[in-house]
């Protein structure tokens, strides 16, 4: 005889995985209570239960006989729903140890009556493991999947049940408060994704608990829906003005509640979504700056940084009158024509030279980027002349030394260094001209040397 407790897990990834529904507590109860042969009366049930015992009768009752039906393609009853769920249990279980001695059956089969989707019955993969441990686990449990949080705030017992019980057969994880202090610390314990909330209660009404949860940073943007009776426009001006998103009066229909609360519920997933891409797209733009900023060759700044960067400098220079140096260094008698066979040569030197002149020039303040292909730009703002020749004739020296692996190759640098005061009088356009005509000199000069003014 298979255990009752088992039978309601299988009849519960039957409902979930055939009908996308989740059973409520008075489903598990009813049906449980059935599966242990218990001859309860629906009048017994509504009594023990506390409900009345129409709604138990004509609400609870037929639609989980008609769910189990839909779940297992045959008409189920109170009579002869152990019969079936265990047929069931059995024919799955059979289909399991095949699964599991034949590689050719790659996973759980599908209800032999149901709609063809392949439910998950952990109890059963765990009790027939034994057959083949190596093996992954078939399929995720549906019931995995995470399901709105509700929370109710009213200080009427019978309310909270209705709804809750309401709420729960949808499948929405539902919590209770009966006052303002005790909602406020099951908010503060687990943020719910949206509240059921009663205008008039003790102590703290539902206005001034709506406008305090809306004050907070941490609650503000959990959507609020009044539930009651007042039906005065001017309540329900209120209830808004306080931050509610939805006013639902009271004796409410069904329908009408569960097509409110799943708009607003959808409303804020879209947001969720919204605000995620949009921090996606905000961390894609900002790494493509940074790549759009890095010579990718030789990990320091791109021709486009060194632009901007020798433009905020300028002005900034200009303003509070301090000294800009602009150095150009550029790798000596390097054939832009070499063959293919010499690129990695190149690439090795460029990166080399690139380490030393950032290992040199290493203050907050100063930019080092590759200006053209085998040139490079160096930005020193507010630098004394002396220091920045000092800096430069260490690179010349330093690169001397650069080796590369097997290759006989000595470098030099031709550096074209120029240090100004900006003003109103002198472009930036002619600063960097001179520079660059500061860098022509050297390389005419022989390379291997400074030109400055």
């Given at each position: 005889?298979?255990?009752p407790?088992?039978?309601?897990d299988l ?7 055939q009908?996308?529904?989740?059973c409520s507590?008075?489903?598990r109860?009813i049906l449980?209570?059935?599966l242990?042969g218990e ?5 017994e049930?509504a009594?023990?239960?506390g409900?009345s015992?129409?709604y ?11 769910l189990?039906s839909v779940?297992?393609g045959?008409?189920v009853?109170k ?9 069931q249990?059995?024919?799955y279980?059979r ?6 001695l034949?590689?050719s059956?790659s996973?759980?089969p ?19 493991a034994?057959i ?13 999947l995470t399901?709105?949080?509700i929370?109710?705030?009213?200080d009427e017992?019978?309310?909270?049940r209705?709804?809750s019980?309401l709420?729960?057969e ?6 209770q408060?009966?006052?303002a202090?005790?909602a ?8 719910p994704?949206l509240?059921?909330?009663?205008v008039?209660?003790?102590?703290l009404d539902?206005y001034t ?6 004050a907070n940073?941490?609650?503000?943007d ?8 007042l039906?005065e426009a001017?309540?329900?001006?209120k209830?808004?003005s306080?931050g509610?998103?939805?006013y639902?009066?009271k004796?409410?229909?069904v ?5 409110r609360i799943e708009n607003?519920?959808t409303i804020?997933q879209?947001?969720k979504?919204l605000l ?8 894609k733009?900002?790494?493509l700056?940074?790549?759009a900023?890095?010579d990718?060759l030789?990990q320091?700044s ?6 901007e960067y020798l433009?905020?400098?300028w002005?900034?220079?200009?303003a509070?009158r ?5 150095i150009?260094?550029?790798?000596d008698?390097f ?7 010499d690129?990695?040569?190149?690439e090795?030197?460029l990166?080399?030279?690139a ?8 203050r ?12 490079f730009?160096?930005i020193l703002?507010?630098?004394e002349m002396e220091?920045s020749?000092a800096?430069a004739?260490?690179?010349l020296?330093?690169?001397?030394k650069?080796?590369i692996?097997s290759i006989?190759?000595?470098c030099t640098l031709?550096i ?7 003003d109103r009088?002198?472009?930036l356009?002619t ?5 660059a005509?500061?860098l022509e000199r050297a390389k005419?000069e022989g390379?291997n040397?400074?030109?400055l003014?």
């Open positions: 005889m298979i255990n407790e088992k039978l309601l009849a519960e990834n039957l409902i979930h995985t009908t996308n529904t989740y507590d008075l489903h109860k449980l209570s059935t242990r001859r309860k009366t629906y009048e049930f009594d023990e239960l409900y015992c129409k138990i009768k004509h609400d609870i009752a037929p639609k989980l006989w008609h189990l779940s297992v045959q008409k009853t009579s002869n729903v152990r019969a079936i769920l265990e047929q249990m059995r024919w279980a289909n399991l140890v095949s699964s599991k034949d590689p059956v996973s759980l599908t209800n032999p009556k149901g709609t063809g989707k392949k439910p998950s019955f952990p109890f059963l993969e765990e009790e027939f034994s083949d441990n190596s093996s992954e686990p078939f399929i995720d449990r549906a019931a995995t399901r709105a949080s929370l109710l705030i009213d017992p019978k309310n909270l209705l709804l019980d709420l729960e949808q499948g929405y994880e539902v919590r408060a009966i006052d202090s005790i406020i610390e099951a908010i503060n314990l687990a943020a994704d509240i059921l909330l009663d008039c209660m003790p102590e539902g608990l709506c406008q305090r949860l809306k940073p941490e609650t503000k959990i959507p609020i829906i009044f539930v009651t009776a039906d001017w309540n329900k001006v209830a808004f306080t509610a998103v939805d639902i009066n004796p409410f229909k329908v009408e509640v569960l097509a607003q519920l804020k879209s947001q979504q995620a891409k949009n921090a996606r797209l905000e961390r733009i900002q790494e700056q940074r790549l900023a890095i990718s030789t320091v791109s021709r486009n940084r060194f632009d433009v905020f400098n002005y900034q220079s200009s509070v301090t000294s800009l140096t602009l150009f260094a550029e790798i008698n054939d832009r024509d070499r063959n293919s066979t690129a990695s040569v190149k090795q030197l990166f080399k030279t380490q030393i002149i950032k290992n040199i020039f290493k907050p303040e100063d930019l080092i980027a590759r200006y053209e292909d085998t040139t730009g160096i703002p507010n630098l220091t020749e800096m004739r260490n690179l020296a330093r690169v001397e650069i080796q692996p006989s190759l000595t031709s074209g260094m120029a240090t100004v005061f900006p009088d002198f472009q356009e600063f960097v001209k001179n520079c005509d500061l005419n390379g040397g400074i030109v003014v």
